[in-house]
């Protein structure tokens, strides 16, 4: 295969995702199309950047701007339903040790971001401009992408992709301590989370190594995703407390139970690291 062929067909699997879940998407019901959705919107998006370097710079931002602007309606419905996920794990886990009155109040807080959100959304996926957007995206062809005319064996380029984005991921990784900064663990997520996609997407052509890293960048990404939850729902009950002074209390408990969670994480990051770099030692000793 091509690398041109390659990159079409990968750009297509999100598009069709894209399509299929664009309609389902709209319902306020059907958290998990809308989920899909955005999967399949962050996986163009991702490849667009991974390949940039066979379709052009200039290019590659115009579609990705495009693609932003939808993000744009669709990331705030999916914050807010993580949210509410969040909102309710904490209450069991916390039980008698909160005020049921104020969880009312933020689960009424939540609700009313959600309709607020949701008809945003629907306008955006109501308007020509979303229209003309899905069926540009639904005319990408081998012929019609504007790749650079350079010739490339495709399992090569692969690895090259692969191993770039994977020392980027360990530069990061290996330099994280107890002490960094938030930033440096949601930096992380995002090399891991397009590194995943690359891999998952290589898989065809490059067999269970592909496939063994796609798991790998998957528990980085997982791991710290509930990181990165944890730290948005503390920043969404830090501003509820400035705001409304009578949910201080149970707010308070609240982020004490989030914080010492990402406490948590933190210090058991170092063992799924370990069990990352000895897995990575293993294959290569395998393959020696």
Same mark, same amino acid.
């Given at each position: 295969?091509?690398?041109?062929?390659?990159?079409?067909?990968?750009? *297509?699997?999100?598009?069709?995702?894209?399509?299929?879940?664009?309609?389902?998407?709209?319902?306020?019901?059907?958290?998990?199309?809308?989920?899909?959705?955005?999967?399949?919107?962050?996986?163009?998006?991702?490849?667009?950047?991974?390949?940039?370097?066979?379709?052009?710079?200039?290019?590659?931002?115009?579609?990705?701007?495009?693609?932003? @602007?939808?993000?744009?309606?669709?990331?705030?419905?999916?914050?807010?339903?993580?949210?509410?996920?969040?909102?309710?794990?904490?209450?069991?886990?916390?039980?008698?040790?909160?005020?049921?009155?104020?969880?009312?109040?933020?689960?009424?807080?939540?609700?009313?971001?959600?309709?607020?959100?949701?008809?945003?959304?629907?306008?955006?996926?109501?308007?020509?401009?979303?229209?003309?957007?899905?069926?540009?995206?639904?005319? @990408?062809?081998?012929?019609?992408?504007?790749?650079?005319?350079?010739?490339?064996?495709?399992?090569?380029?692969?690895?090259?992709?692969?191993?770039?984005?994977?020392?980027?991921?360990?530069?990061?990784?290996?330099?994280?301590?107890?002490?960094?900064?938030?930033?440096?663990?949601?930096?992380?997520?995002?090399?891991?989370?397009?590194?995943?996609?690359?891999?998952?997407?290589?898989?065809?052509?490059?067999?269970?190594?592909?496939?063994?890293?796609?798991?790998?960048?998957?528990?980085?990404?997982?791991?710290?995703?509930?990181?990165?939850?944890?730290?948005?729902?503390?920043? @969404?009950?830090?501003?509820?407390?400035?705001?409304?002074?009578?949910? *201080?209390?149970?707010?308070?408990?609240?982020?004490?139970?989030?914080?010492?969670?990402?406490?948590?994480?933190?210090?058991? @990051?170092?063992?799924?690291?370990?069990?990352?770099?000895?897995?990575?030692?293993?294959?290569?000793?395998?393959?020696?």
């Amino acid at each position: 295969m091509r690398v041109n062929d390659f990159v079409t067909e990968t750009f *297509q699997a999100s598009i069709r995702t894209l399509v299929e879940k664009s309609d389902s998407a709209r319902n306020p019901k059907d958290v998990e199309a809308l989920h899909d959705f955005r999967v399949g919107l962050r996986k163009l998006r991702s490849h667009l950047r991974s390949f940039e370097s066979t379709l052009g710079t200039k290019w590659v931002r115009l579609q990705r701007d495009r693609l932003e @602007w939808l993000d744009s309606y669709v990331r705030p419905v999916r914050d807010v339903d993580v949210l509410i996920l969040r909102l309710n794990n904490d209450v069991k886990q916390l039980g008698m040790e909160i005020d049921s009155e104020v969880i009312k109040s933020l689960h009424l807080s939540l609700a009313i971001a959600s309709q607020r959100e949701r008809a945003r959304l629907k306008i955006a996926m109501d308007s020509q401009l979303f229209s003309e957007l899905m069926q540009e995206l639904g005319s @990408w062809t081998v012929d019609s992408i504007a790749f650079r005319k350079e010739p490339r064996i495709l399992e090569n380029w692969l690895k090259e992709l692969g191993r770039a984005s994977r020392k980027e991921i360990f530069t990061i990784a290996l330099n994280l301590n107890e002490q960094s900064p938030d930033r440096e663990l949601h930096k992380l997520r995002i090399k891991s989370k397009r590194a995943r996609y690359l891999s998952e997407a290589s898989i065809s052509v490059l067999g269970q190594k592909a496939k063994r890293r796609a798991k790998e960048y998957e528990s980085i990404q997982n791991f710290l995703g509930d990181y990165h939850d944890s730290y948005v729902m503390s920043q @969404w009950l830090s501003n509820l407390a400035n705001s409304r002074s009578e949910f *201080q209390p149970t707010t308070s408990v609240l982020r004490g139970w989030e914080d010492r969670h990402r406490t948590e994480l933190r210090v058991r @990051w170092h063992s799924l690291w370990s069990e990352i770099e000895s897995g990575t030692a293993e294959s290569s000793e395998s393959q020696g």
